[in-house]
């Protein structure tokens, strides 16, 4: 992956305004952004929308901070946050037009078909925008997602940062989630069973969504 591939702007919007809100004041909001070396954002919040902004090294360290500054239970809520506001905004976007219009036609299959079909244009979306590989496939009544040169736990594996989790990767868990109860109408449980924090040696983080299983007080 391009670590000098630029993000679009809402990107980094939605993240800063959600670490605002969990910071006190501007001055432990502008320290923050130091840290991640993002000075440029302190007086001038990015625009909300798709212009080029951060690159995808910026974006790790930011990720990196977070764990950083925060303590775990503050990360993993903005990291939820994060996901939730990314989904919602990609949703009023012509990104996912296309997927809206499989939904449409109930008689194609199985919903599970359906919903494949519609996931798998995502991640081929994201795999454009971001720069790195996102693999979906089915697994008996299940799914199993690998992305590639994953960048949220990139920083801590290069060991920058100490991690208080063997799975740290939050964000794509809360994205999936949402995505997949957007393109199915059900809940669904996504969870990280493989992360590159406790397994270096591969290049990919491993999600699986296991097919209307719901749990209480999942992420």
């Not at 194609?108 to 244009?121: L, P």
């Amino acid at each position: 992956m391009d670590p000098e591939r630029r993000l679009p702007s809402y990107t980094i919007r939605i993240s800063y305004d959600i670490i605002a809100e969990e910071t006190p004041n501007p001055e432990a909001l502008a320290r923050l952004l130091q840290l991640a070396g993002l000075e440029r954002y302190i007086a001038k919040p990015p625009p909300m929308d798709n212009s080029p902004s951060i690159t995808m090294r910026e974006y790790e360290r930011l990720i990196g901070v977070v764990w950083q500054v925060f303590d775990p239970h503050q990360a993993r809520e903005i990291f939820r946050r994060v996901a939730q506001s990314g989904f919602e905004h990609l949703n009023k976007s012509q990104v996912l037009a296309f997927a809206q219009f499989l939904r449409a036609f109930d008689a194609m299959g199985s919903k599970r078909e359906r919903v494949a079909m519609a996931i798998g244009r995502l991640t081929a979306e994201l795999s454009r925008s971001l720069g790195n590989k996102h693999e979906l496939r089915r697994e008996g009544e299940d799914f199993v997602l690998d992305i590639h040169d994953c960048p949220y736990c990139a920083e801590l594996v290069r060991g920058k940062v100490t991690s208080p989790e063997t799975r740290a990767c939050h964000i794509p868990v809360a994205f999936y989630q949402a995505a997949f109860a957007w393109a199915s109408g059900d809940t669904h449980t996504v969870q990280e069973i493989s992360c590159r924090v406790s397994n270096p040696q591969q290049d990919y983080c491993r999600f699986k969504i296991f097919w209307n299983v719901a749990l209480k007080g999942q992420m």
